[in-house]
């Protein structure tokens, strides 16, 4: 779990992270304003408006957040073993503090070393070619055999190649998902992801739990 958030805390982020209309930018006003997001979760409409959200947003908040139980969003991740990291907490991804956007909130699996060491992305077409099979081998047993993580997407084509290529020398990789952490897609790697995370690499997410792999996810997890 979070390293730097009780439970009673986590459960909240959970909760507004369970929110699709909210998204990253609006969740972040609602973390800088209030102490704390049990405080945001029961905030009335007039203190949810003060933050800066549009009124259809806050309406959106208010009718929506009586239909789901932090306390349950809690307990799913328990359920499957998932780790969460927030933005607050110093083991989140500094380099994604550099976007525009970075996800207040990751799901993830395994034991991601990603503040230490070099990561560099692999990732190309879905129908790869026997060159492209074996180009991309060669580049990513160069970059394993130098110590580097090979960060993809757990796609098919040329990210599975990626992946197992770090996978073959027991090297870390780490997968990046446009599901759920629950939702591993394709279906026909999570066999990989398994061994990924047996290797000491992570499969992480942005998205709540069961969270379909929808087309529009894909850009947002690049």
Not at 49 to 61: D, H, N, Q, R, S
Not at 87 to 109: V, W
Request: glycine content about 8%.
């Amino acid at each position: 779990m979070s390293s730097l958030n009780s439970k009673n805390d986590l459960k909240y982020w959970l909760a507004f992270n369970s929110l699709d209309k909210l998204g990253p930018v609006r969740l972040q006003k609602i973390i800088n304003y209030f102490p704390d997001l049990q405080l945001a979760w029961e905030a009335k409409t007039v203190e949810l408006t003060k933050v800066g959200l549009e009124p259809k947003i806050v309406e959106y908040i208010y009718d929506t957040r009586g239909k789901i139980s932090p306390e349950n969003e809690l307990e799913k991740i328990e359920e499957i073993g998932a780790k969460i990291v927030t933005i607050k907490d110093d083991y989140y991804p500094r380099s994604l503090n550099d976007i525009y956007a970075p996800p207040p909130l990751l799901y993830y699996y395994g034991q991601p070393d990603w503040n230490n060491g070099i990561n560099v992305a692999v990732v190309g077409s879905r129908k790869i070619s026997a060159y492209g099979s074996q180009i991309t081998e060669k580049i990513c047993s160069e970059l394993v055999n130098n110590g580097i993580t090979i960060v993809s997407g757990l796609a098919l084509g040329v990210d599975s190649c990626a992946h197992w290529q770090a996978v073959k020398y027991q090297s870390k990789t780490i997968g990046v998902l446009g599901s759920g952490i629950d939702k591993i897609y394709p279906a026909s790697n999570r066999t990989l992801a398994k061994k990924i995370v047996e290797c000491g690499g992570a499969i992480v997410t942005e998205f709540p739990l069961g969270t379909p792999p929808f087309k529009y996810n894909f850009p947002q997890r690049n």
